[in-house]
């Protein structure tokens, strides 16, 4: 049941009630769940007809709701929002130090490495330039990923940058975290040691157990790549601590994707996210809208994982203790504003997935950001400028998804990846009842819960 300010489901024996302009979660006792569409319809006379025999819990489930409404925790009204006051600072930067890899993933949207263009790699003079483009903002933090193709690839030229983006931090009493995205194939004992030096956040790309890995991560001769990284991997995660991901991709071919994720547990993996391959309709990995019961079932069989193992996946991780301002919540992705990539070239663009596309080019390292009239077009496009965004309720926990996938599929950059807000809504109902579900174990029982984003703040 989905109105336009609330969204309620059930699962796991508890009723769950959100309000979706605050981000307000309760939990409904099995009366008030019945209730609650007698009360959004304002229906008093039909409640009291149609709950003669139990009337007196009724009511009483109609003033508890009652309550929370006039407490601004229910029904609440859309807030309005300033979008990215003065326009947003740049505050992270996406470097290609590689276009080349040595591995050939089959759903690859970077071309196996090379973006539809030569195999090159950036020198460290123009990844200096790109550090001084970022650090001219006037952001406090900033945020810069080692990406390609394969970073380690050119593990020279990512250690002069870090070098140099710490002495600017520390020269202008700025901060700065810097992470790395690497597959792992060439992950051996000096590259790992030089990794671990370098003090950073690692993203390691892997995708579960060894049929499905090496059926999507294959090596360039078609060999298997699985034993090699794994090996990699697991020899590098206890040297950091918490400071890594484990990033998996599923697809067609691996729909259960579940028992990946109990593959890395199985390997002593505890930190991950597994995303949804985006590819063209009728590519033999792609997902399609037949998939989505099962997929909606993965879901809520990790949330129940979850709540019998000890493990960090990425997108169950609901801060209701420090919500987010209300300009990320009106506009998720910072693409072309806050967020750019830069290319071995020098070249600007959005973010990684428009990479090698000269229509999205925003400038080079040496001009700066000068095109105004593309860098405009991502400025609004927040969930206010997608039609189909405010009609959803899972809008204030996405901000308006991901740009690139709606031009990719749809076009336009307005008009949201549909099987990806699906999934995305599949994904957001499980972390709220693994949250709910963590919360009740601790301190209160079903009728006392009410959870509420304490750090919400709405943008004037």
Not at 99 to 105: N, Q
Not at 236 to 253: F, K
Not at 416 to 439: D, H, N, S, W
């Amino acid at each position: 049941m989905t109105g336009s300010n609330y969204h309620f489901f059930s699962h796991g024996g508890l009723n769950i009630l959100l309000d979706v302009p605050t981000g307000a979660v309760h939990v409904l006792d099995a009366i008030a769940a019945r209730v609650f569409p007698y009360f959004v319809a304002g229906k008093i006379t039909e409640l009291e007809e149609d709950f003669a025999t139990e009337l007196s819990q009724a009511r009483l489930a109609w003033e508890e709701l009652q309550g929370l409404t006039d407490a601004g925790m229910l029904l609440s009204p859309e807030p309005h929002f300033s979008q990215r006051p003065g326009g947003g600072e740049l505050k992270a930067l996406c470097l290609h130090v590689a276009h080349d890899c040595d591995l050939r993933c089959r759903y690859c949207f970077a071309g196996t490495g090379a973006f539809g263009g030569a195999r090159s790699l950036m020198d460290f003079a123009t990844a200096k330039k790109a550090v001084d483009m970022l650090f001219s903002s006037a952001a406090r933090v900033y945020e810069i990923d080692f990406f390609g193709g394969e970073p380690l690839l050119n593990l020279e030229v990512v250690e002069e940058t870090a070098a140099y983006a710490r002495q600017r931090a520390r020269a202008l009493g700025k901060k700065v975290n810097l992470t790395l995205t690497t597959n792992g194939f060439s992950l051996n004992k000096e590259a790992r040691d030089r990794l671990v030096a370098l003090n950073l956040d690692i993203i390691l790309s892997h995708d579960g157990r060894e049929k499905v890995h090496n059926a999507a991560r294959p090596c360039p001769g078609g060999g298997s790549s699985y034993k090699e990284i794994t090996r990699n991997i697991l020899e590098l995660v206890p040297l950091l601590g918490e400071r890594y991901y484990i990033r998996g991709t599923y697809t067609a071919r691996n729909k259960d994707f579940v028992r990946d994720i109990r593959h890395w547990l199985d390997l002593g993996l505890r930190r991950f996210s597994m995303e949804p391959v985006v590819l063209p309709p009728g590519s033999k990995m792609a997902l399609t809208e037949k998939d989505l019961p099962f997929l909606r079932e993965q879901y809520w069989q990790l949330a129940e994982l979850a709540l019998q193992e000890p493990f960090t996946f990425f997108h169950f991780n609901l801060d209701w203790e420090h919500g987010q301002c209300g300009a990320r919540r009106a506009a998720g992705c910072g693409a072309g504003i806050e967020y750019a990539a830069v290319d071995p070239q020098g070249g600007i663009f959005p973010c990684h997935q428009f990479v090698g596309e000269e229509a999205w080019l925003l400038g080079t390292v040496d001009t700066g950001i000068v095109n105004a009239a593309l860098q405009d077009r991502f400025r609004t496009l927040g969930i206010a400028d997608k039609e189909a965004c405010q009609k959803c309720w899972a809008r204030y926990h996405c901000g308006g998804g991901c740009h690139a996938n709606a031009w990719w599929i749809n076009t336009k950059l307005e008009q949201p990846y549909e099987l990806g807000c699906r999934l995305l809504r599949m994904r957001t109902e499980a972390a709220i009842y693994l949250k709910v579900k963590q919360a009740l174990s601790l301190n209160c029982s079903e009728g006392d819960f009410h959870g509420k984003q304490k750090g919400y703040k709405q943008a004037q």
